[in-house]
């Protein structure tokens, strides 16, 4: 078939998401206990709904600048100057954290460039760094899931261009602490590695906030969004800021890409800003509080400081046998071997109701002997 021939080899490269193949796995279920999903249960909140229908009623329908709509940008430009207090800190809206991310990629990476991704990791990161033309390079962080910065050291070659690093982490819901995030941004400054910091999950910490390597390497590209905190994650709006010349790069990779974010939900985003999600992180705190207490005798686990997920080692088996067995009885999470070549640890997402988590603490706890 000639269509097989015209797929590129970047295409090929890519592995269909294990994530999907859960889909797939459980497509027969009826009414499975669903904590594989990585996005919150609760709507978007009456402030930022109304935004977005007043935006479409009010025709804000054309293109925007591609940096973001001037009342956007502005807010979130303030925002990150009482943070940082960095002269030379701009702001760039756009479409997703993904979007963010790949911008980011295709503006600073070269064929044969080197990008350290920490194990396990979200999903996306390898393929991001390969559309690129880049090398993934990956430093384990098990059993305990931190940054031990000899490894890090020792991952570093003349070919390393940057370094992706993620807190509140996805799958492991781990928020190093000030001292390893102080060394890891120090080394990148001493060795002019350019570093990538994803804070998608910054609004979700349940035992004081995720300190930002920014703080300590003023260089820092931070990529963060709007869909998890306010759970439009379909709404597509993520938002970069760093060094101005990075980002005046990203703006032109967004001109010829994406254009710019959709134009309603950058108005959205604008009345987002307003919005206090705390009692949804109390919920979540709740969540996390109580699968911890449930799981801890039966699984190994490492307590999350964020995000929503919790990501404990197996009880028999293999991560995908496991997951496997959760399957049969209704309950979707999400192996290992997604995240990473390990296969030896499970993604529980507990961004959902606190009924669905009793049901999923109940086959978990049901299944944790070997069968
Ligand atoms: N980074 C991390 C760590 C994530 O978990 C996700 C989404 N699961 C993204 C980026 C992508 O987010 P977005 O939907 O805003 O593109």
């Known amino acids: ?26 497509r027969g279920l009826k ?33 925007s600048v591609t940096q973001g709509i001037p009342e956007l940008r502005g807010k979130l430009k303030k925002w990150t100057d009482e943070k940082f207090r960095h002269d030379d800190r701009e702001v760039l809206v756009t479409s997703g954290t993904s979007g963010a991310l790949i911008l980011a990629m295709l503006a600073t990476i070269n064929p044969g460039d080197e990008v350290i991704l920490f194990e396990p990791y979200f999903v996306a990161y390898p393929a991001m760094v390969t559309l690129a033309g880049g090398t993934p390079v990956v430093v384990e962080t098990y059993p305990k899931f931190e940054i031990d ?28 602490q000030a001292g390893p995030v102080a060394e890891l941004a120090k ?4 060795r002019g590695i350019l570093l990538i910091s994803d804070e998608i999950y910054r609004a979700f910490t349940y035992d004081g906030p995720a300190v930002c390597p920014a ?30 010349t990075l980002i005046e790069q990203m703006a032109k990779m967004q001109q010829f890409t994406f254009v710019c ?7 959205a985003g604008v009345a987002a800003m307003d919005v206090d999600v705390a009692p949804l992180v109390a919920e979540y705190r709740r969540n996390r509080d109580r699968l911890v207490a449930a799981l801890s005798g039966k ?22 046998e496991f997951v496997a067995k959760a399957i049969e009885h209704n309950l979707l999470v999400i192996p290992g071997s997604v995240f990473g070549r390990r296969d030896t640890h499970f993604r529980i997402s507990f961004a959902t109701k606190p009924e669905t988590l009793e049901r999923g603490i109940e086959v978990l706890l049901r299944i944790a002997d070997r069968p």
Not at 34 to 63: C, M, N
Not at 299 to 316: D, I, M, Q, S
Request: charged content about 20%.
């Open 215 to 244: 703080t300590w390497n003023p260089e820092t590209l931070v990529i963060d969004g709007f869909g998890k905190t306010y759970g439009i994650t379909g709404w597509r709006l993520g938002f970069a800021h760093g060094p101005r």
């Open 31 to 63: 009414d499975p206990i669903d904590l594989s999903i990585g996005q919150p249960h609760f709507p978007a909140p009456d402030a930022v709904k109304a935004a977005a229908i007043r935006a479409i009623e009010t025709d804000k329908a054309g293109y």
């Open 187 to 190: 080394l990148c400054h001493e």
């Open 261 to 267: 974010a959709p134009s309603m939900v950058q108005h």
């Open 299 to 320: 699984y190994e686990l490492v307590k999350p400081g964020g995000a929503f997920y919790l990501f404990p080692k197996v009880p028999w088996g293999t991560a995908s």
């Open 149 to 176: 910065i000899d490894r890090v050291r020792a991952a570093i070659t003349p070919r390393t261009k940057a370094i992706l690093f993620n807190s509140p982490a996805n799958p492991t819901g781990v928020v190093p």
């Open 1 to 26: 078939m000639a269509v097989d021939s015209w797929i590129s080899q970047r295409a090929h490269d890519i592995e269909m998401s294990g994530v999907r193949k859960i889909f797939e796995l459980s």
